[in-house]
């Protein structure tokens, strides 16, 4: 199960009642940020989250609202006893950003390896730790697309697998030695007594995992719908509710609520959820119709909000 | 008149219900702010405080309770409609670590003049900006003195002079034109039919101003009792309210409360404001007493609490 916090629905400035737009996610207790504004470590705190445990740090683009507390948040997670290595993930140009910004995390307790504008990544889950991937096995896949905003900007999807279920009468059939089962499960190949086993030979089908995208700052672009497509769940920017404010949209290289609604449906994601709201509104909920008349199951951000995702069947 | 609002009061990390140690000085209309940690501009906010008329930004040291909210600020001031160059001051190294910063404000639409770690500075209110004095005339000094922190740190004092009253009796008698009056009020020289006039001719003695001091991070030595001599308020951290931290205190190089009493008590200040609270402590009142016993007008920081600071007589 994948445990989303919205830390907050913001863009442009950290305001007083509305955090920064940020994604937490915890899969079984390790942790994935996208993006650190200013103010972001509070409301992990707020949210009582943790720090020592966030493994990779995705940050979309170098816009103050989305990495100013980076500096800050590095800081706390070498003083939550973090000594394991942090990978962080930007678009063109984060290493001199990270560089620049280094003036004031000079001494972390860890190592941050920064991987710059990757097309896609393959990970594993090991105990303790979010590593890259460094055989056939994968549990998880992070895909990025440019995005079209005034800085280069990644749109992320990252797609969790679900493990096969083991066969036992396959197993069996194949005459797979049972002191071999649980590495095979896991998706490795293993050499015995001369013969190479594959996992293949007792596992089931593949089955369906999760897919969650995470698009901001963008104008809406056909490879937003290749990358978000199918997810369970479509995180995107709304920076504008009112259609009213399609000029302004356009200017600022943002979108509205409709625009999102749209990319949503042609992507054909399960759920919408909108986030990245301009300080000039309100009450974000007010603008939903131009949302939902375009693509029903949207939700409004809220800082704070949570969801779980769950593989299906 | 000098209107001050502590922004916040806490040390070392921004918390949920506490923002990072910052002061806002309002001195009619222009504004001086003193340390910009993450969250600085929410609280200017909360505050309802205005960015556009900061003309001047002191910081103490590079630590990021102290300086990580800079780039969002100075982004938040250049949103704001400011153009009027705006002067940053800091500590040794300050240079450096703004160039660093400036990865995330390439485009303000201002100057930024940075001073790095001067002694003293003299500067003049214009009815639109606070300037560097560039003559005889200065209506506001800074002091400045390197403290005992693990990172190069500046302690300010800032002395702001009161007008001299114009002495009718005396301008009269030394046959001063009616139409010089004025510029000579402003304590400027004035040339007129061949004759040097002088501001003493038209104005009675000298008056005592107002003397505001910051002081923080930093374990308490001698030099800060020659800055904060007599100021009317003396802004100081107390990192640790119990006495039993002393230990903690002289490790990571700040102050007990006992100690910062001790300094304002040495320094025969007017009263004594206690700040930047270690995340460990949560109610810094229960330890007022450790700073009483020692220099009776001590207060407690709050985040917003506003102090008006008057000329005397």
Redesign the interface.
């Known amino acids: 199960m994948i445990d989303l916090t919205l830390l907050g629905c913001g863009g442009g ?4 009642n509305r955090h920064l737009s940020s994604l937490f996610i915890n899969i079984n207790g390790r942790k994935i940020l996208i993006d650190s ?3 972001t ?2 409301a992990i ?2 949210n009582k989250l943790g720090f020592k445990s966030i493994d990779i740090i995705l940050i979309t683009h ?1 816009h ?2 989305h ?3 980076l ?2 948040l590095l ?2 997670i070498g ?1 939550s006893g973090r000594t394991e290595p942090l990978i962080l993930i930007g678009p063109s140009g984060i290493n ?2 990270i ?7 000079k001494y972390l307790p860890y190592e941050l390896k920064v991987i710059e504008n990757p097309k896609k990544l393959e990970f594993v889950f090991n105990k303790d730790l979010i590593e890259l991937s460094s055989n056939d096995r994968c549990e998880f896949v992070l895909n990025t697309k440019e995005l079209d905003h005034s800085s280069p900007c990644l749109g992320y999807s990252l797609y969790f697998k679900r493990r096969r279920k083991f066969n036992l009468e396959k197993a069996l059939q194949m005459k797979v030695p049972k002191e071999l089962w649980s590495k095979l499960q896991r998706e490795e190949s293993v050499e015995f007594n001369g013969v190479t086993y594959k996992s293949s030979m007792v596992l089931g089908d593949e089955r369906r995992g999760i897919k969650l995208s995470y698009v901001t700052d963008t104008r809406p672009i056909d490879e937003i719908i290749d990358l978000v497509r199918e997810s369970d769940l479509f995180i995107c920017e709304g920076t504008y509710g009112s259609d009213e404010d399609i000029n302004k949209a356009i200017k600022n290289k943002h979108m509205t609520f409709r625009e999102a609604a749209s990319l949503a449906y042609k992507g054909r994601v399960n759920e919408l959820l909108l986030t990245h709201f301009s300080p000039s509104i309100n009450e974000p909920k007010d603008f939903i119709d131009n949302a939902k008349s375009i693509f029903k199951n949207t939700i409004i951000g809220e800082d704070g909000i949570t969801k779980a995702l769950k593989f299906t069947n």
């Open positions: 400035m950290p305001m007083p504004g200013e103010g470590q509070v705190r707020k170098a103050g609202d990495i100013v507390g500096p800050g800081s706390t003083n001199e950003v560089n620049g910004l280094s003036v004031l995390f």
